[in-house]
């Protein structure tokens, strides 16, 4: 990763900003695009704070307050920073939210939310990623969404977040055979099992111990982006299936457990015969 410049949407805090040490960590420019410039009263994490990390990581690192809902913002954070860093290697889309909602009770406003940033503000991130990402001698793309289920339940117990999720993975899809001519690779991440963040802590606190630690994720999107460009694409890894083909054991995944012997259940979108990673 060194010297490469990783642009992250939805940095500031959980994954994404694990993520971004990660990067930072194994020598990558990181611009930290997302939303929350200021203390959010419930949840720590902004771009300030996790671009100092970086910092400290022995990185460069660019906060760039960026709203998914705004197309132009998200051409104007993109240019912000390729110029500061000379391009862009890398696109890690993060960004998304959730509701948990049914179909009679979901209002207007939550769906606009849905797919205004999870597949609106996902595909146009990429759009203005794209010409700077040609320019790279290893394009990537990594998306975090699943593979599409066709179990009707998914659908069923919360449809429009089904729907925008999904949107996310048809985008993973249609990019990945769509840029196959300039040599950039579109790959998806997903967690197999749920992941320890703060979000988790503050709503479902007797969770948090049974998470795994969010650096199975950054280590595996690390493994992913560093695939030599077009050797992997159109791939939906599980975070502990992206690690095993680089080579960890199972005892070096059980690592990433929060806590020795509580595991939580699979995540969404997850089928029970999709066994655990053993």
Not at 57 to 67: C, E, I, K, Q, T
Not at 192 to 208: Q, V
């Amino acid at each position: 990763m060194k010297g490469r410049t990783v642009f992250i949407a939805g940095a500031s805090r959980g994954i994404g900003a694990a993520i971004a040490c990660g990067m930072a960590a194994a020598g990558a420019n990181v611009a930290i695009a997302a939303k929350s410039d200021e203390p959010h009263p419930k949840l720590p994490g902004t771009i300030h704070s996790v671009a100092a990390e970086c910092e400290q990581l022995g990185a460069r690192a660019l906060p760039v307050r960026m709203d998914l809902r705004d197309v132009e913002g998200i051409r104007a954070a993109v240019d912000q920073a390729a110029q500061r860093f000379g391009g862009i290697d890398v696109l890690i889309a993060n960004a998304s939210v959730q509701t948990f909602t049914t179909t009679a009770d979901t209002t207007e406003k939550q769906w606009d939310m849905l797919f205004d940033i999870n597949v609106k503000g996902t595909f146009f991130t990429g759009q203005a990623c794209l010409p700077h990402l040609a320019k790279s001698a290893n394009p990537q793309i990594l998306v975090i969404a699943s593979a599409m289920n066709a179990d009707p339940r998914w659908y069923a117990e919360r449809l429009p977040r089904t729907m925008s999720k999904y949107g996310m993975s048809m985008l993973v899809t249609g990019w990945a055979e769509e840029f196959k001519p300039q040599g950039i690779s579109v790959n998806a991440l997903w967690p197999r099992h749920a992941i320890a963040t703060d979000a988790i802590l503050f709503r479902k606190p007797e969770m948090y111990e049974t998470c795994r630690k969010p650096e199975i994720m950054a280590d595996a999107a690390r493994w992913i982006v560093t695939r030599p460009r077009g050797q992997v694409t159109g791939r939906f890894f599980f975070d502990d299936e992206a690690l095993a083909e680089a080579g960890l054991t199972a005892p070096q995944i059980d690592a990433y457990w929060k806590t020795p012997g509580k595991k939580s259940g699979l995540s969404s979108f997850i089928d029970f015969d999709q066994r655990p990673f053993a």
